[in-house]
Every structure is written in structure tokens, then in C-alpha cells.
Nanobody, 123 residues
Framework: QVQLVESGGGLVQPGGSLRLSCAASGSIFSIRGMGWYRQAPGQQRELVATISSAGSTNYADSVKGRFTISRDNAKNTVYLQMNSLKPEDTAVYYC?????????????????WGQGTLVTVSS
């Protein structure tokens, strides 16, 4: 079993900043790519940013220059620093990771999602 737990969401005024964290735990052998996605009310889930195990990053055009994704491989944690927040950034933010688990000598490739954390940008 592998779990992802997000934290750091909340209410912030336009122009403000938040930092999201997502920690992976459980029977982890290795973690490949990690990423953040978001889903606004009535909208489909969309990619925000991804980071490879080597540190290569990719961002949605809507957040380039404002958001920064990073990871701490020793802590199995990925972060999303969000600056210059806009009302349109309001959404539930989900963490995702490609995990190789090891249990009882068996290895499995898993795609794991966190439970989501709500970010509200409003004055």
C-alpha cells in the first residue's frame, strides 16, 4: 500500500502565496514522476506541473512564471510553491506519483493519487 497526503491548502487573497506539500508513504521501492493537478468546480481535472525523478519540470501555460514544483527524494515529498495567485487558481489540488512498490518480494508499478487539498483565492 502506498499513500499520498497533501497539505498546505487554504484561503488566500489575490496576489498572495501558498506552498503545497505531498508526502508519499508505504511500501515504496522508488518514485518516478510526481505532479500536481487541479480541478475547479464544474471543470475537468487539469495538469498543473510535473517533475521527473531527475528533476526535469513541466508546467501548464497558465501557471508558468508563478508556480514552482520541486521534490525532496529523501523525504518522498513533492512541493508546489504558488505565487501571484489569481481567483482562477481556485480549485482542489491533487498530487500524483508514479510509484514502484515492493511487498513480499514483489514489485508493482502504481499510479497513486492523493485526496486533494482545496485552494481558494478570494478577497
Amino acid at each position: 500500500q502506498v499513500q499520498l497526503v497533501e497539505s498546505g491548502g487554504g484561503l488566500v487573497q489575490p496576489g498572495g502565496s501558498l506552498r503545497l506539500s505531498c508526502a508519499a508513504s508505504g511500501s515504496i521501492f522508488s518514485i518516478r514522476g510526481m505532479g500536481w493537478y487541479r480541478q475547479a468546480p464544474g471543470q475537468q481535472r487539469e495538469l498543473v506541473a510535473t517533475i521527473s525523478s531527475a528533476g526535469s519540470t513541466n508546467y501548464a501555460d497558465s501557471v508558468k512564471g508563478r508556480f514552482t514544483i520541486s521534490r525532496d527524494n529523501a523525504k518522498n515529498t513533492v512541493y508546489l510553491q504558488m505565487n501571484s495567485l489569481k481567483p482562477e487558481d481556485t480549485a482542489v489540488y491533487y498530487c500524483n506519483a508514479g510509484v514502484v512498490s515492493r511487498e513480499g518480494g514483489f514489485y508493482r508499478n502504481l499510479g497513486v493519487w492523493g485526496q486533494g487539498t482545496l485552494v481558494t483565492v478570494s478577497s
